[in-house]
């Protein structure tokens, strides 16, 4: 079967879209923030804020999975132990920021 260079370049195209590389200090950022979770005050909040692209989801969605799996025990005595939530701030173009809809996602995702 021969792929003509069209479709070729099509498959490129869309395998860079989609690879992701691995930052040399993404693990150390996980650990790091996961310790700063562990010894916080009650109430702390942490932020994780840069442009889009930079691995903030991604960041997330790691630090989440590890905290849920260490804090299983706690969170299954207690509905209010929740040690990770993640909120998506409306892109900073929409035309005003809404704390209805921050709290509103909020909400959603505290159940």
Do not use: C
């Amino acid at each position: 079967m021969k792929i003509d260079e069209s479709d070729s370049k099509k498959v490129s195209v869309k395998e860079f879209e989609t690879f992701t590389a691995a930052h040399p200090y993404f693990n150390e950022a996980i650990e790091e923030l996961i310790s700063s979770i562990d010894q916080a005050e009650k109430g702390d909040l942490y932020f994780v804020i840069g442009p889009t692209g930079v691995g903030k989801s991604t960041l997330g969605k790691k630090v989440k999975e590890k905290l849920t799996k260490e804090y299983s025990v706690e969170m299954g005595a207690s509905r209010s132990i929740v040690p990770v939530l993640l909120i998506e701030a409306p892109h900073p173009d929409a035309p005003k920021f809404s704390w209805k809809e921050f709290y509103r996602r909020a909400l959603v995702k505290l159940n």
